[in-house]
């Protein structure tokens, strides 16, 4: 969550200082959705993510200064400068990639879980998606394609409550997505996207039932950004002030930080390593060099 | 004149319509309060309120079809992508739908939907915000599509699809939406039709044919081509179905040289047409091979640098009028 946190941070101070060419939409707020989940994923395991993808990639293992470079737009990055925020790719860690479009990870999970289980591997394909998503017609066709095979994928809802400025009880008449699953016949389940230790149990249970065979769940996880819908954006009219404060006051970091207090010298050797780790990956990107222009045709076929 | 942007100049197209015909309504993600991710619909909601100003959920299939069902039953939908990609997962809906059902129920329906988004390269917005497919929606019977380059035409052409009881995509490139331009009065009506290309510069030595963006970097080569004795025409397509031909074999035949600009694919695009048009009609007229300069045939890449090799630059269309002028 730290790593999550303070590369977010960076990323939005680089916004405001022009090193960041493209869309930036950052995680502040649901750090522990992304960590809790991918504590349980291998490699193996293929994560299909959103427009609001940094947390799930460096969960899943893409290094800071790879992610940070990719939203510098340099050759160093992730996706090599051609994706930046919203396509970033590490199939070599299992992060099959951040979508510009909403939806098309529910579908891509679907068919990681059908790999999965035609192969006979025992990995799972999991899909991180917004709020906004499950009144898109991938979500519906894509848990119903996954129930009806039984796929070992998980569809992880990050209910932040919002998509853009439209709130979920505008976009829905039933804003309690976790039960959506019920008319797919699968599991759902409901757990507060800010504390760790509940997304964690409540992945943990749904990843070793699909890596057994027991099919596809849809966690729903109770959440909120406490920055704009992307870096520049105005963050007022559709909603208050004092939401954002009482949900800031739910850090994530810190409720866990709070479950342990006999640990907090630990907690604060881990702030200090990853700031130094988010200090060496912002300088390693400034000095990387952009891409050479006559590469940008490259990789269009195999 | 008063100078306008893009988006004012369409917004009081709108407003003023919206006001006369209330069988219009707008839908799309984030036009009601919030007043459209470009403020295309600022201010509207206001007036007109939810009913007519209709925020939807992320479900462009769902709300493409709605629009071709109401616009069966009486009303004129538009529907506001803010990023043209966005549409492509309603496409079924308007290729087997929206464009064929004039031609289904022979003639007995008609179609007044607008479908309008931002489109084009730039910004770093990469492969997801950044297409344009105007020449694939115009390889589709029954649609008509507009690119305007400048707020006034915008405005003009948007009033047209504001009456056209056929289905109009309406794309302006992103990249020139903040850009003003002359705009009469609010109390000129004029109004642009469909299929009538504007001859944007006057020339003798060349034909210069382009359109949005591309149109307005064709114009500035143009001017410092001048400066090198080289006498372009540059026509502004304006609207890509119906395509006006005989502006441009009019301008060829005094010119007797055709080069093509355009930001999209070569293979099968807006180039390839007017050529193909221009070997069957004007063949006679020519006096060099006509010649196509396009943006590279890729997904759009993220980097500054990448980005800018996959766009004609200012330099290569100058080069390029160059050499259809040696040729
Ligand atoms: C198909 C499609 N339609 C519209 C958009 C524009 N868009 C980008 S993010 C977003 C809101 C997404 O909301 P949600 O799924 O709740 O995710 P959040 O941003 O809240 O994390 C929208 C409408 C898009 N990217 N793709
Ligand atoms: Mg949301």
Redesign the pocket.
Known sequence: MQVIRQTEEALARSHQAGLIHGAC?TYVGEEAIAAGVCAHLTHDDALFS???GHGHALAKGVPPRELIAELFGRVTGCSRGRGGSMHLFSPEVGMMGTS????PCILQATGAGYTFKLLGKPHVGVAF?????SN?GAFHEGLNLAAIYQLPTIFIC?N?Q???EIAITYATRNADIWTKAASFGMPGVCVDGNDSVAVWQAAGEAIARARSGGGPTLIECKTY?TRA?AEGMRDGGYRSAEDVEKWKARDPIKMLAARMPQEQAEFAAIEADVKALVEEAVAFAKASPYPDGITATEHIYA | MRELTFTAATREALTERMAVDPSIFVMG?GIGPRGGNFGTTLGLYEKHGPLRLCDTP?A?RGFVGLACGAAMTGARPIVDF??LD?IL?SVGEIFNQIAKMQYMSSGRLKMPVILRGCIGIGSSAAT?HSSSYYSVFAHVPGLRVIVPSNPHDAKGLFRTALRSDDPVLFLEHKNILHLKGPVPDESDEYTIPFGLANVARVGRDVTVVSLGLMLRRALEAAEKLAGEGISVEVIDLRTVAPLDMPTVLTSLKKTGRILVVDETFAPFGVGAEVIAQVNERGFDDLDAPPARLNGAHTPTPYSPTLEAAVVPSFDAIAQAIRDVVAA
Do not use: L, S
Request: glycine residues 14%; charged residues 25%.
């Open positions: 939409h959103t427009h609001r510009g479009i909403v939806g998606f917004g709020d906004g998503a898109n990050e932040n919002f998509a853009t950004r819908h | 993600e992320i462009e803010m990023f966005f997962d997801h």
